[in-house]
């Protein structure tokens, strides 16, 4: 077998990064590293060809995640001409919908990976890189009237907890709360 080109390891390498960032927020970091090569569609043997150590995927995946969730906020504020308070209600929407809470694959790496972070080395390189996307989310959360933290967090508490009662009558109560408390103080 030949050796592939260097556009063909960015690509696989790509392709690895997209699937840990899915699997990871779906199934937590403790996912095998020959299920995230399954994944991506490429064998288990590649991948330290490609990453150091699953923790160096970690890193990557998580700045991954982070920055789907910046595009996600970056086209809702296009989509709006630049009217941030219409850009913000909007995500909130999304953001506390049935949909974002059974879609944790393309969801919220704040919401999804909150215990896998909490749990990796405080000097870590993915704890870093949680804690500033985290920061940077609350900080575009904040209105005049509102802290941005405070938001972020009725959000993240929101969707984990619906998530966590998935099936039940209380999952939605939870959403439609949260909305209503978020909505009533934009």
């Known amino acids: 077998m030949g050796r592939v080109s260097q556009a063909e390891a960015e690509e696989n390498r790509r392709r690895v990064v997209e699937a840990a960032s899915r699997l990871f927020r779906e199934q937590g970091t403790h996912v095998s590293v020959a299920d995230l090569m399954k994944a991506a569609g490429l064998t288990h043997g590649g991948f330290y060809k490609q990453f150091a150590s699953k923790g160096a995927l ?62 990796e080395p405080g000097d870590g390189e993915a704890r870093r890189v949680y804690t500033e996307g985290v920061g940077d989310f609350a900080e575009w959360l904040a209105t005049e009237d509102q802290d941005g933290i405070t938001r972020l967090c009725t959000m993240v508490g929101a969707l984990v907890l619906a998530r966590a009662t998935e099936g039940t009558p209380l999952s939605e109560e939870i959403l439609t709360a949260a909305r209503a408390a978020l909505t009533a103080t934009s």
């Open 58 to 119: 970690i890193d990557e995946a998580t700045a991954h995640s982070f920055d789907e969730l910046t595009r996600l906020r970056n086209d809702g504020l296009e989509q709006h001409a630049g009217q941030r308070d219409a850009a913000q209600q909007e995500l909130i929407d999304t953001y506390l919908s049935i949909e974002h809470r059974d879609s944790a694959a393309t969801g919220c790496p704040a919401a999804a990976l909150a215990g896998d972070m909490a749990r």
